[in-house]
């Protein structure tokens, strides 16, 4: 989505607004002038200072573009779909890695994925691709990278 | 002079060139992973090298993490998604060249500055570590401030054509670089009581975040036919070497 500057200036604006109200309950450290609370508040003050620069930006160069630009792919809803489908797929991983385990949620997430993007003709090697896909990473990371992939539901079979 | 001839007589033992080959290899497959870098690949050497003599294992490491810092351009100039976070500022225009059929350019470029930034950097540490020793003790706080406000403002305004908007993104990468706990009071800052985000956003997550989430995203809403990569060939990556002579006569 392409915006005109003086939006995006605005939403920095609101930040760098959020940044000074979120540090506001920082507490001071005891006999020092300044706490935790300083530094994102020099981020934030100069946030604002670059979001009125964006929209003094913007409004100069109103004219030369649309406020809004929308990108190709909100006219298309298989596109649409793909990227929500995307993420989606990262908020299934954070929320159901723990119990499901690492090998069952990457074999469902990359499945659906490969469906929805190779098209249902190919599901056979599809099921394939990401069985082998899961098996290797898990291999790999979770074995000879000693990295702690959860096993989940599949603790009792753990290799 | 004595001691650079007994070196060389230490590293072209074929053992010690056979363990920077396997090093090598394992360099280069470390740092065209998107996500593992330089670092890990020393990290992981490091229990291996534990029953090697001296020299093949010091060997091991450089080679491992030379080849790895090169490396993490492959996936930067063909997939645009770097493989190191050193090869993050550069990805984009490599892989733009990657589109116009210049791959073998762009990773020649690469390897090239690779080998001639490594050597330059090891001659220098060789002939003059005792005088940098001596400047590095005297390297206070104020240098360190110094330093790091002449990088910073180097990240804001290498956006040339809109260095306001560089001034931004340096803003914003400082605001995510604020989250976890304060280093000097220990009090969490935006962390939203998640105990996870108090260690900070680490930074291979934020490169794969950033880079390869974003190509994710962009290969799937990309609308109409994939665009036709001129595939030249990727042979000699040297070739770039008769394009330079040129230019500098």
């Known amino acids: 989505v392409k915006v005109n500057d003086a939006i995006s200036g605005a939403g920095l604006i609101v930040l760098a607004g959020l940044v000074y109200w979120l540090t506001a309950?920082?507490?001071?450290?005891?006999?020092?002038?300044?706490?935790?609370?300083?530094?994102?508040?020099?981020?934030?003050?100069?946030?604002?200072?670059?979001?009125?620069?964006?929209?003094?930006?913007?409004?100069?160069?109103?004219?030369l573009a649309p406020l809004v630009v929308l990108p190709d792919w909100m006219g298309s809803p298989r596109h649409a779909a793909a990227l929500a489908a995307v993420i989606l797929a990262v908020v299934f991983y954070i929320m159901v890695s723990r119990t499901l385990g690492f090998v069952l949620t990457g074999f469902a997430i990359l499945t659906v994925l490969f469906?929805?993007?190779?098209?249902?003709?190919?599901?056979?090697?599809?099921?394939?691709?990401?069985?082998?896909?899961?098996?290797?990473?898990?291999?790999?990371?979770?074995?000879?990278?000693?990295?702690?992939?959860?096993?989940?539901?599949?603790q009792p079979i753990a290799w | 002079m004595d001691a650079v001839g007994l070196a060389f007589g230490l590293i072209f033992d074929p053992y010690v060139l056979m363990v920077m080959l396997l090093a090598a290899c394992f360099g280069l497959f470390m740092g065209a992973i998107p996500g593992l870098s330089a670092t890990m690949a020393t990290a992981l050497l490091v229990p291996v090298t534990f029953f090697m003599d001296p020299v093949p294992a010091l060997a091991a490491i450089v080679t491992a993490t030379a080849m790895a810092i090169f490396a993490g351009d492959l996936p930067g100039a063909l997939l645009r998604i770097p493989g190191t976070p050193a090869s993050a500022?550069?990805?984009?225009?490599?892989?733009?060249?990657?589109r116009k059929g210049k791959a073998e350019l762009a990773l020649g470029v690469g390897l090239t500055s690779a080998v001639i930034g490594g050597v330059f950097g090891a001659i220098v540490l060789a002939t003059s570590a005792p005088v940098l020793a001596d400047i590095a003790l005297r390297f206070s706080s104020v240098e360190y401030f110094w330093l790091a406000c002449l990088g910073l403002t180097c990240a804001a305004f290498i956006a040339a054509n809109d260095p306001l908007k560089g001034v931004v993104s340096l803003l914003i990468g400082l605001l995510i670089a604020t989250i976890g706990l304060d280093p000097?009071?220990?009090?969490?800052?935006?962390?939203?009581?998640?105990?996870?985000?108090?260690?900070?956003?680490?930074?291979?997550?934020?490169?794969?975040?950033?880079?390869?989430?974003?190509?994710?995203?962009?290969?799937?809403?990309?609308?109409?036919?994939?665009?036709?990569?001129?595939?030249?060939?990727?042979?000699?990556?040297?070739?770039?070497?008769a394009a330079c002579s040129t230019a500098t006569r």
């Not at chain 1, 929805?116 to 000879?144: E, M, T, Y």
């Not at chain 2, 609308?223 to 060939?233: A, D, F, N, S, Y």
């Open chain 1, 25 to 63: 309950d920082y507490p001071g450290m005891h006999g020092q002038p300044y706490g935790p609370a300083l530094f994102p508040r020099l981020i934030a003050v100069l946030m604002a200072l670059a979001g009125l620069g964006l929209i003094v930006q913007g409004v100069r160069r109103r004219s």
């Open chain 2, 184 to 241: 000097v009071s220990g009090h969490p800052r935006f962390t939203f009581g998640v105990v996870d985000l108090m260690g900070g956003i680490n930074f291979i997550a934020a490169m794969i975040g950033m880079f390869a989430v974003a190509e994710v995203i962009r290969t799937v809403t990309a609308v109409g036919r994939p665009e036709e990569i001129l595939q030249e060939r990727i042979g000699n990556i040297f070739k770039g070497w």
């Open chain 2, 89 to 98: 500022a550069y990805s984009n225009e490599a892989h733009n060249m990657t």
């Open chain 1, 115 to 154: 469906v929805l993007l190779r098209g249902r003709a190919h599901i056979w090697s599809s099921l394939g691709i990401a069985a082998v896909a899961v098996v290797a990473i898990q291999q790999f990371f979770g074995d000879f990278l000693r990295v702690p992939l959860p096993w989940g539901v599949l």
